[in-house]
C-alpha cells in the first residue's frame, strides 16, 4: 500500500489520505448529508488539487447516508470511483441501494485489499462520462 499523506479529523468521519485514494470511516450514528458531502469534496480537494483519486468508505460503524449526495458527488471532477468495504450484511444492503444513485464507477467489496485492487484498475482508465 502507498505511504500515508495525511490523516484528518472532520466532526463526522476519520480520513487517511494517500497517493491515489482516501480513506474514510465514518463515525457512528453519523447521517452522511449534503453538509457532511461538501466538507468531503472540500478535505479531498485541498489534498489532492485536481488529481483524480478514489475514495474508500470502510464501514465499521452504522450511519445512514442520503442517497441524495452523489448528485453532489458529481461536482468533485477528480473523484474517478467510489468503493464501499464491509463485512456487515446492513452496511453492504446499504451500498446497494446506493450505487443506484452513483453516476460513476461505485463498487462493494468486503475485503479491503480488494477494494485496493480494483481503485488501481478504475485509476488506470478513463474518467466515467
Do not use: H
Not at 449526495?69 to 464491509?86: Q, R
Not at 446492513?90 to 468486503?110: D, Q, R, V, Y
Amino acid at each position: 500500500m502507498d505511504p500515508l499523506i495525511e490523516t484528518m479529523e472532520l466532526n463526522f468521519t476519520t480520513l487517511k489520505f494517500y497517493k491515489d485514494f482516501v480513506v474514510s470511516k465514518i463515525k457512528e450514528d453519523v447521517v452522511l448529508d449534503k453538509n457532511n458531502t461538501e466538507a468531503l469534496v472540500e478535505a479531498c480537494s485541498g489534498i489532492y488539487q485536481g488529481e483524480r483519486f478514489i475514495y474508500i468508505s470502510q464501514r465499521f460503524n452504522s450511519y445512514n447516508v442520503d442517497p441524495l449526495i452523489y448528485v453532489d458527488l458529481e461536482k468533485a471532477t477528480n473523484l474517478w470511483g467510489i468503493a464501499i468495504v464491509s463485512t456487515k450484511a446492513s452496511a453492504l444492503k446499504m451500498a446497494f441501494f446506493e450505487k443506484n444513485f452513483a453516476k460513476f464507477p461505485f463498487e462493494i467489496f468486503t475485503e479491503f485489499e480488494e477494494s485496493l485492487t480494483w481503485a488501481k484498475e478504475i485509476l488506470r482508465k478513463e474518467k466515467f462520462s
